[in-house]
């Protein structure tokens, strides 16, 4: 039996840019963010590097994020 080859993810560039505005949130690591896409951080790093994709300095200190805790499974039996 042989394994299908893992393809890889295209992503647009407006999912990237919002990627990256999250990682960029006080008190968000890049990790964090990064787990919650299934994408390696390394990843992240070079999007946050690139212009194209990294908000501007004003607009990442005043970016408007999703709840997180709405993309969080429930881990503690508490939910």
Request: hydrophobic share 40%; proline share 6%.
């Amino acid at each position: 039996m042989t394994k299908k080859p893992r393809r890889r993810r295209v992503w647009a560039d407006d999912e990237k840019r919002m990627i990256c505005r999250q990682a960029l949130v006080a008190g968000v690591s890049v990790s964090q963010v990064a787990r919650r896409y299934d994408v390696n951080a390394n990843l992240v790093f070079n999007w946050l590097r690139d212009v194209r994709y990294a908000p501007p300095e004003a607009e990442a200190e005043a970016a408007v994020t999703p709840d997180l805790q709405a993309n969080r499974p429930c881990r503690s039996g508490s939910c």
